[in-house]
């Protein structure tokens, strides 16, 4: 998870909302505000200050990296993946975006009466074969059965422990202004490839989702001497929810050019048909490293070794000026600012 | 959790269910055929074998323990503890049978849409409290929305990260012909305070939960060194669920003595009224401890300095026939054979 240690800028107190929207787990303003007035106020006096996608633990004389998330996408299987290896990408994605080498998940199923007990072998086998697939091992579980109406056929949430072999401290605010910010790929692929499944969209072929372990490609930026400022990968909000996190953290600004942001044409038809902007559409395999602009061509080099990071770009770079946090050069040249998601477009994703 | 890393005699395959039944979530035969039909079958070829409450791994030149579970609980406050309380106990609890020091805790929260914030808030401020108390942080965290009706109000997952600082090995196979059994409280008492409040039944005086951490009390027998060979803390399935698991476990028999296990007045009436064996209810603040005969009295001694073992007592013998696996004494001599739980009588206690 990532609950930004910002004061966000919220303009949408918890005070306003007496109950729990759909929106308030939709990556956007909504889930911060949540984050912020609910959690961190409780958890956050004597939780470390918590601004990776896993938290940094100092244990035994050395670094492990520590994450939690719960799936709940629908349908359980789509085009390029399903709820178990969904669980077990975005575990290991966040122990790799804190630079940490990910080696155990924990698994708890929450089960609502009535699954067919098919359903969960096929999606327990997926997810072995996507933590064999990354070298990572489950090592704990737990089961619990709901009855019939109280869940929804299946939730998963793994943990995961990860050890920090590098040095480097990434971390939002070691983002300096001057940093190249690049994307591992193309964005808005897995958000569109469940949402066509769910509205019985058709294209000539299925949009596959994007969803992938991003460990190894970390890990060899990393080790080939990058200077990684900070990382971040995409999830519930899409690249414009990551960019304002981390303008925010980092007191600084962002902009970005709009050309440089690869989109397929299927994901942008599929926006368009259902009025979604493919910059707030949640990946499952990419993410954003914010590094120093020296180091660019060497990065991409990197990263275009392996699958996921094959389609890597420099999008923009980090400006000292803040007047926005973040805008975005369209093709004419045209500015403009690309706030934070607010509602929630897109419920059920991840 | 745990999945005992036994070939429990399971007369049940799952071939045998094509769904999944509440049952598979009571900690009985069904839910131990289950983790072994499904779970293990698929993790289990890379996960290392995993006899404990929770998983022990080295890593940094030491030892971690690490564990999950997911709490389902209702009604989500019951007299003694809520849902929150017990998310984080029920954490604690596996890291300390692994005789771990708990020190970092992980919740997810799958939250269904319409949950009014102020009992959020309630649940958070609860964790946050048995967290303080127990000394150990919630250092990261997850939030998901789910529909109305694809829910039920709360569900929270939380893992947890201990250091297993003794030299000690904790485990069923450690487990020996004349060691004595420990139970560190009266047995019951958890399930019969929530179900009392689900059934609407009325004592003279609420039966409370005996919801409580537990690793100070384990890290103090540790530290007296009491020969300690397992610890199980007692959940679903109840006492009889543990002995069941460790006498298969060790290949052992098991010979407890009735009278010798404290069960209250109240539980008691409150099992005869709705039919349960109090030795089959759950426990979210007991264990067993499976020690050298020799070093009872002083274990007993340690145990009663703690306010949740402070009942502690001495309830049988591990013996070297096997012919049944858990016989139970009951106080007229007679002599009765304590099997696994096989259904669920007690939905959603934890």
């Known amino acids: 998870m990532s609950p930004p240690?910002?004061?966000?800028?919220?303009?949408?107190?918890?005070?306003?909302?007496?109950?729990?929207?759909?929106?308030?787990g939709g990556g956007g303003k909504l889930m911060h505000g949540l984050i912020?007035?609910?959690?961190?106020?409780?958890?956050?006096?004597?939780?470390?200050?918590?601004p990776h996608d896993a938290t940094v633990l100092e244990v035994?004389?050395?670094?492990?990296?520590?994450?939690?998330?719960?799936?709940?996408?629908?349908?359980?299987?789509?085009?390029?993946?399903?709820?178990?290896?969904?669980?077990?990408?975005?575990?290991?994605n966040d122990l790799a975006m804190a630079g940490a080498r990910p080696l155990w998940l924990s698994a708890a199923f929450i089960i609502e009466e009535g699954l067919p007990m098919e359903t969960l072998g096929r999606?327990?086998?997926s997810m072995q074969e996507a933590a064999r697939l990354a070298n990572v091992t489950i090592v704990t579980g737990d089961t619990k059965v709901v009855e019939k109406g109280k869940g929804d056929s299946?939730?998963?949430?793994?943990?995961?422990?990860?050890?920090?072999?590098?040095?480097?401290?990434?971390?939002?605010?070691?983002?300096?202004?001057?940093?190249?910010i690049l994307v591992s790929g193309d964005v808005g692929r897995h958000g569109m490839a469940v949402m066509s499944v769910r509205e019985g969209l058709e294209f000539e072929s299925a949009?596959?989702?994007?969803?992938?372990?991003?460990?190894?490609?970390?890990?060899?930026?990393?080790?080939?001497?990058?200077?990684?400022?900070?990382?971040?990968?995409?999830?519930?909000g899409g690249l414009t929810a990551v960019l304002n996190e981390i303008a925010e953290a980092a007191e600084l600004g962002i902009l970005v050019d709009e050309a440089q942001i690869p989109v397929r044409d299927d994901v942008k038809a599929a926006c368009e048909i259902l009025g979604l902007d493919p910059?707030?559409?949640?990946?499952?395999?990419?993410?954003?490293?914010?590094?120093?602009?020296?180091?660019?061509s060497r990065a991409l080099e990197v990263m275009g070794l392996f699958a996921p990071a094959k389609g890597a770009r420099r999008i923009g770079q980090v400006r000292a000026d803040r007047?926005?946090?973040v805008t975005v050069k369209s093709g004419i040249g045209a500015r403009r600012i690309l706030d934070m998601p607010t509602g929630e477009q897109l419920p059920r994703i991840c």
Not at 36 to 50: E, T
Not at 73 to 83: A, E, I, M, N, S
Not at 164 to 169: H, I, L, P
């Open 5 to 24: 240690d910002v004061t966000l800028s919220c303009p949408l107190p918890i005070e306003r909302y007496p109950q729990v929207l759909l929106a308030h």
């Open 36 to 50: 912020h007035d609910v959690f961190l106020k409780s958890f956050g006096g004597q939780a470390p200050r918590c």
């Open 60 to 92: 035994l004389g050395g670094r492990i990296a520590f994450t939690t998330d719960s799936f709940v996408v629908r349908p359980l299987f789509f085009p390029g993946g399903d709820l178990g290896s969904l669980a077990v990408h975005g575990t290991i």
């Open 123 to 125: 999606i327990v086998a």
């Open 154 to 180: 299946l939730f998963i949430t793994t943990a995961g422990i990860g050890v920090v072999e590098s040095d480097q401290n990434i971390h939002p605010q070691n983002v300096r202004a001057g940093d190249a």
């Open 207 to 236: 949009i596959k989702s994007d969803s992938a372990p991003l460990a190894e490609v970390v890990l060899a930026l990393l080790s080939a001497g990058v200077d990684v400022h900070c990382l971040r990968d995409i999830t519930r």
């Open 279 to 296: 910059l707030q559409v949640a990946c499952e395999g990419r993410f954003v490293a914010f590094i120093s602009e020296k180091d660019v």
């Open 323 to 325: 007047d926005t946090l």
